[in-house]
């Protein structure tokens, strides 16, 4: 009897340490490339496009299988070619349903927002240093999931705001970082 709870004790304890461990792997790589990691190190990626310090690589001819689910094209991106986040293109509404229901299941239901300007519905997940978000485009029909490495993406989000901001019209003499003064529109 107590050789038969020993080896029960033994299989739970077993359990309890492979599930967290796999369920962590995403928080250290995606699809065997580690976060943060020179893509200028990695063999087989080929840039696609750049932009100042971001640069957004492929890996041509490769067809990926993420959880039972073929991804004929993934978009690697990096900064300074750090790593930090990965772009799944989604072929078909069926594969777009069987992502979204697997994701719910994994990481429970998302924050969902909707944009009218490209009638795009966009789920959003987060798991402890990753960003994950589903998008639907529905003028143009384009899927796609994308991975998110928080501390590099949260970096380039500031610098893009930062870049923009510079680039912005001001419509009133607001100074950087100064409340203004309030101004009655209209008056009654």
């Keep these: 009897m107590r ?4 080896l029960v004790l033994v299989f739970l304890c077993a359990m309890l340490l492979t599930v967290p ?4 792997a995403l928080d250290r790589e995606f699809l065997g490339l580690p976060w943060e990691a020179d893509i ?8 696609l496009y750049e932009k100042g310090d971001l ?3 492929i890996q041509p001819d490769t067809v990926r ?3 039972g689910f073929k991804i004929s094209r993934v978009v690697y991106g990096t900064q300074n070619h750090r790593f930090f986040a990965a772009f799944l293109l989604i072929d078909s509404m069926e594969t777009f349903d069987d992502i979204k229901a697997y ?3 994994r990481y429970g239901f998302p924050k969902i927002s909707w944009s009218v300007a490209g009638d795009q519905t966009t789920y959003k997940w987060t798991y402890k ?3 994950m978000k589903l998008k639907f485009n529905q003028q143009d029909r384009r899927m796609k999931l994308a991975f998110y490495y928080t501390p590099i993406a949260n970096q380039v989000n500031e610098q893009e705001a930062e870049a ?3 680039e912005s019209i001001q419509f009133l003499p607001i100074e950087r970082d100064k409340k203004p003064d309030v101004m009655p529109l209209l008056t009654f």
């Design 3 to 6: 050789t038969a709870n020993g």
């Design 21 to 24: 461990a796999h369920g962590q």
């Design 40 to 47: 200028r190190e990695q063999k087989g990626y080929e840039l």
């Design 55 to 57: 640069r957004y690589y």
């Design 65 to 67: 299988e993420v959880k």
């Design 103 to 105: 994701m719910e299941k």
């Design 129 to 131: 240093t990753i960003r």
């Design 164 to 166: 923009n901001h510079q």
